[in-house]
């Protein structure tokens, strides 16, 4: 999809953003660390990924969101993943809803900031 939607549609390829919750917030981690080339910013949601690859994210804008009593997903793991990347430079901003559970993304969505904290940011921008 990443090669194909480009390829088919106007798509300005230095603002691909990337964002999802719950498996797909593993995902989103787990995608961008494997290309972290491709992506303007991400936005994971309620999810985890490979700290140990954290680094590779050191240049990709992160806004991480989470559940403070999230009971499918701990809070620990994305924590861990924010720490992995901020330990390595990396420009990440982590939100926690205190007293939510694992519905982080109904506040996510429907927040404007972070629309507009997307628009902010630009791959070219998102490199060294």
């Known amino acids: 999809m990443l090669d194909e939607l480009p390829a088919r549609l106007p798509v300005d390829a230095d603002r691909i953003y990337l964002t999802g919750l719950s498996l797909g917030g593993y995902g ?3 995608i ?3 290309h972290p080339e491709r992506f303007a910013a991400i936005a994971p949601i ?13 240049s990709v804008p992160v806004w991480a969101f989470h559940g ?6 701990p809070l620990k793991d994305d924590q861990d993943m924010v720490d992995a990347v901020r330990a390595c430079g990396g420009d990440v901003k982590f939100t926690v809803y205190p007293g939510v559970d694992h519905d982080a993304w109904t506040q996510t969505y429907a927040n404007p900031a972070l629309y507009q904290w997307f628009l902010q940011h630009r791959r070219s921008n998102a490199r060294p």
């Open 68 to 73: 403070g009593s999230d009971s499918v997903v």
């Open 46 to 58: 309620c999810g985890a990924g490979e700290s140990d690859n954290a680094c590779r994210l050191k």
């Open 32 to 34: 961008a660390i494997d």
């Open 28 to 30: 989103i981690w787990n």
